[in-house]
């Protein structure tokens, strides 16, 4: 009985580390759909925003309530009104 143990002790580790890198919010893993969406949850969005165009934080939520999350909107609504 105290092998089993072990073994499966021996494997725990490894499976562990192989899932945790796939955590959906580990933000290393990156595909197409994370670049063209803003996340109104996520500080650093918000920054590029403002210093991209010049606006505020206020204006960055104001245009994500105006035309959704999709970045191309959100950044063609805030050059608008810039």
Do not use: C, W
């Amino acid at each position: 009985m105290n092998n089993q143990i072990t073994i499966v002790a021996q494997f725990l580790p490894v499976y562990f580390a192989v899932n945790f890198n796939h955590m959906t919010d580990n933000k290393d893993l990156r595909d197409q759909k994370d670049r063209s969406r803003v996340s109104g949850s996520e500080n650093y969005e918000f920054s590029y925003l403002e210093d991209k165009l010049g606006v505020s934080r206020e204006e960055v939520e104001a245009a994500i309530k105006a035309v959704g999350n999709d970045r191309f909107k959100v950044e063609e609504y805030l050059t608008k009104i810039s």
